[in-house]
T-cell receptor, first 115, second 113 residues
Framework: AQSVTQPDIHITVSEGASLELRCNYS??????LFWYVQSPGQGLQLLLK??????LVQGVKGFEAEFKRSQSSFNLRKPSVHWSDAAEYFC?????????????FGAGTTVTVRA | DGGITQSPKYLFRKEGQNVTLSCEQN?????MYWYRQDPGQGLRLIYY???????QKGDIAEGYSVSREKKESFPLTVTSAQKNPTAFYLC????????????FGPGTRLTVT
């Protein structure tokens, strides 16, 4: 079965500093990789996605992620964090098997931004 | 404005009562999903539907039921058989082709006492 691991439960970063959130997955089939962000009490918003092509993908709000097949990783980065980036971030991996498609989510990483 | 609506935002029920959560989308997506979110556990898939009049159990389907009579709608019923129904419920939809990204509604927080 597929699994997605976000090793860091909580990260605190200073405003203006860089941010990296880790995501590792175990998978065998063709897969699709996503990062979502969630503010408290809200739904999830898609930040970026990867399914083919350039392994460095750009997303919204200045985020980027790099797919490394050899390491089974899809880490999210932002060069300079803003206070509004405080939220919970979820990595997700999708698998297609025939007509069936499902996403598996990591447990999430909460990001706190200090002034 | 295309999107997914979930209603109500907050729902309170007494133990032993069934309750139905609404999910509507106007994105013309074939596939729809229901997730449950608990603190520290990420999202867990309850049920999903790839096409009208068809749906499959996800990882935690026990105590829940769904229907998919229309493409736009995928209501979730939390039955009295669900042992711990208090949670945040999220509905999502996606196209059936790559890259299959899912779009989420704002969620419904259900509290059962």
């Amino acid at each position: 079965a597929q699994s997605v691991t976000q090793p860091d439960i909580h990260i605190t970063v200073s405003e203006g500093a860089s941010l990296e959130l880790r995501c590792n997955y175990s998978y065998g089939a063709t897969h699709y990789l996503f990062w979502y962000v969630q503010s408290p009490g809200q739904g999830l918003q898609l930040l970026l996605k990867y399914f083919s092509g350039d392994t460095l993908v750009q997303g919204v709000k200045g985020f980027e992620a790099e797919f490394k097949r050899s390491q089974s990783s899809f880490n999210l980065r932002k060069p300079s964090v803003h206070w509004s980036d405080a939220a919970e971030y979820f990595c997700a991996v999708g698998a297609v098997r025939g007509d069936d498609y499902k996403l598996s989510f990591g447990a999430g990483t909460t990001v706190t931004v200090r002034a | 404005d295309g999107g997914i609506t979930q209603s109500p935002k907050y729902l309170f029920r007494k133990e032993g009562q069934n309750v139905t959560l609404s999910c509507e989308q106007n994105l013309n997506h074939d596939a729809m999903y229901w997730y449950r979110q608990d603190p520290g556990q990420g999202l867990r898939l309850i049920y999903y539907s790839q096409i009208v009049n068809d749906f499959q159990k996800g990882d935690i389907a026990e105590g829940y039921s769904v229907s998919r009579e229309k493409k736009e709608s995928f209501p979730l019923t939390v039955t009295s058989a669900q042992k711990n129904p208090t949670a945040f419920y999220l509905c999502a939809s996606s196209s059936r082709g790559p890259p299959y990204e899912q779009y989420f509604g704002p969620g419904t927080r259900l509290t059962v006492t």
